[in-house]
């Protein structure tokens, strides 16, 4: 995890972490969760149009295809579903991505 300051003008409730690391992400996806409509909205890089998740693995390949070392962040309101993000880091699994779970101080 990471101790992050959130990019964009989406308002996310980040869980709380005291763990930083020294990575530098230049992608970030934001994930919003509507509980009371019991769905969640993707953004790449503080874009307030939200993406469908089909969008994201090649929108990030397309980022990061010239990095060196490509990693991506990833903000996600404390009540995402597990499994939302989950389903990002496996995004960065398939394509051998750094990954960084972005958190408030603690």
């Known amino acids: 995890t990471s101790t992050l300051v959130n990019p964009n003008a989406l308002k996310l409730l980040l869980p709380k972490s005291t763990g930083?690391?020294?990575a530098k992400a230049t992608v970030?996806?934001?994930?919003?969760?509507y509980p009371a409509e019991d769905r969640v909205t993707y953004h790449i890089n503080g874009n307030q149009k939200p993406v469908a998740f089909g969008e994201i693995e090649p929108a990030i390949r397309d980022l990061l295809q010239f990095e060196d070392d490509p990693t991506f962040s990833i903000y996600a309101d404390e009540t995402v579903p597990v499994k939302e993000v989950v389903a990002l880091m496996n995004i960065a699994k398939r394509n051998h991505y750094k990954v960084i779970m972005a958190t408030s101080p603690e």
């Open 20 to 22: 930083q690391v020294a």
């Open 28 to 33: 970030s996806v934001s994930i919003k969760h």
